[in-house]
């Protein structure tokens, strides 16, 4: 059995308890889960033998070298194909994925369906399964860690005042694709001064002048799995106060990562860093959460939030990544990819978390 | 009245034929264009006279700074923050977004609406509003035409033998970048030989050997304008062959380009296209519609499909595209961005057409 075909069996063994006989599968990301298919167009509708892969003309030819399941290439909406096959094999209970289905998507299946078939919601069954990753995908994301490490040092040891932040990331996003990166994981965040105080800064032409902080947030997709890391420099050497902030991040952040340990919930991941952030009046400015899942998505489950109860499990792919954020005066976020393994935690980003001075 | 206020206005005044009294608006397209928010996290509820935009801490500062409404931060599911606002103001026939809200997030609404609200589906309203581009949004697209045909020069004069289409398409997309580009708009394609065939092909580690066809398909997002062109070359000089199909699928565009003008169906365009590949035996080998509306997206209404019967107007950004694919044996594409004018259309994108060998 491939591995595919081993994901597919192990979400349908859960159709029963989700009260449904098939699943409709629209997310990209579970999509490519369960068939490797890594196009923008397809759905598949899971049975508990067969995986029915629905996509449009322009996929055709690329489907059926590589997409695992039987292919049917469908013009127009692919609902609608895929209501074709519930009809002739006479399927009832229909279980759909209420949060990637749109109101407009499900409205249509509803009316193709036949008289005695009904819709069932449901909600995470295929992100469940992808919480704890197989050694093949930890191998996947151990090299897009690596490889998004390797291009940060590249480009770290050319930063100078001078250049602007659009130069960085620029540089930054070539060299993850000359070390064979498909693309950034999600829009490279090169953010100086007081913007790096914006959490989700995009980069500008403002040029560095010096005596200032940089934070840079990267990573990268390495046949689909995601790799993420923060690093916060500082061009010349740093204030007192700005130095404060920094070890008191970092303090949070290996708090953090001392409380990953399987058995453990997320939100007591999330806990201990804003418990020490606490310890130095800092909480307030920490105005996310702790981490997140990564995988083929850059945010999945779990979400390590204060209240999340997902028991952390050998496997699981984490960020850690507390950050303080002063408006008008500038931002600190220290951030690595770690594996929850079964005796605690491995850190996967190689990159020195020691304060940088540049 | 700024340009966001006036958009707001605009769909506001159709409040009444959609038997809405408010809208809320999910789409992070049509976000952007009524409020100017470009984070991965904004809702708006819309009302007649107010634009109240959600988002979460993260997006607080950058929000307040630039975001056209009144600002409301908020911690959990941004619906459920609109639905105190929708309390608080009494409101009843609430509008969403039916293609962008996703089955969940309706539920959720649904939960927290006050006795005597109720929700209405509504679909394309926003984006009917955003197809006729205004001179500010016209500039911005001419813009990122420009950019994109001259990143295309800078890296096209610089391809041989030896090298791979990753190289290429990492190349691209720092050119774009150091141009000003945010990003690109899409994945860049480059794909070679055999490989053009596949109308969307991820770029491999292939190294071009000569004598192949090489197929680039190329869009930049500049201040969140999208440009979109593709180019089909040949290393070496091309086989009789080849060189027929280039012609035809020239020929096909031109024809395409030709049957653009105000009052004509984006059907009417499609089918101009298909004719001339018809002529030639090739219209099965078009498996794709000859275009669509670009802006805010790269994939937007109106779509240039055979049965579309949008009506072209003035101000529209749409690209014409016609390619033929042959299994094994490769693909050509020629695709430029052209804005309707009042007496015609304009072509937006400068790069020359001629079957260019390299």
Redesign the interface.
Known sequence: MTDFEQRCQSVASHFAENKVDVLLVASPANVRYLSGF???NGLILLTPSETHFFT???????AARYVSGKVHVAKGPLVNAATIVIKRKKLKKIG?E???????A??RLKDGLPLGASLV?V?GLVEERRMVKSAVEIEKIRGSVRLNSEAYQRVIRRVRPGVRE??I???I??QM??L?A??PAF?TIVAAKDRS??????PT?YRLVGNELLLIDMGASLEGYSSDMTRTVHLGPPPKRIKQIYAAVLEAQLAGIDAVRPGATAGSVDRATRRTLKKYGMEKAF??STGHGLGLEIHEPPRLGKNDKTILAPGMAITIEPGV?L?GQGGIRIEDTVLVTSTGCEILTPTPKEFLSI
């Open positions: 890594d196009g923008s449009d003309p322009r996929y055709a030819t690329a759909f209420a949060a990637h289905t749109s109101v407009q499900s409205q919601p909600v659009l130069d990331a620029a540089e996003e070539y694709k000359m064979g498909e693309k829009d105080a914006l959490p989700h800064a995009h032409g105005v996310h954020y408006e």
